[in-house]
Nanobody, 124 residues
Framework: QVQLVESGGGLVQAGGSLRLSCAAS????????MGWFRQAPGKEREFVAF????????YYADSVKGRFTISRDNAKNTMYLQMNSLKPEDTAVYYC?????????????????WGQGTQVTVSS
């Protein structure tokens, strides 16, 4: 099991940028697939992006492709989500998640461990 803590959320105007961080505990971070999900009020949790254990494999939801970039620094046990050209519809609580079984999945059920979330609000 890994402990995850997100940070970097906040209020930003449409067109602006934010960088989220996800700090992980434990020595096995570099072996996990890591993902970002988000959940807006009244909506289901949705996939945003994942990154493979070495950082060379990434995959994005169509809604964020070309605007968001996922990355990781295994030496620092940290994953990032750079969010550019933000839109009001990006407003949500953003969660990081860990998959020790390396399923490279896009469903919440594909991930075992979750952070507490960080709020991102984009004003129009």
């Amino acid at each position: 099991q890994v402990q995850l803590v997100e940070s970097g959320g906040g209020l930003v105007q449409a067109g602006g940028s934010l960088r989220l961080s996800c700090a992980a505990s434990g020595r096995s971070f570099s072996t996990y697939v890591m993902g970002w999900f988000r959940q807006a009020p009244g909506k289901e949790r949705e996939f945003v992006a994942f990154i493979g254990w070495s950082g060379t494999s990434t995959y994005y939801a169509d809604s964020v492709k070309g605007r968001f970039t996922i990355s990781r620094d295994n030496a620092k046990n940290t994953m990032y989500l750079q969010m550019n050209s933000l839109k009001p519809e990006d407003t949500a609580v953003y969660y990081c998640a860990a998959d020790p079984r390396r399923r490279l999945g896009v469903r919440p059920d594909d991930y075992d461990d979750w952070g507490q979330g960080t709020q991102v609000t984009v004003s129009s």
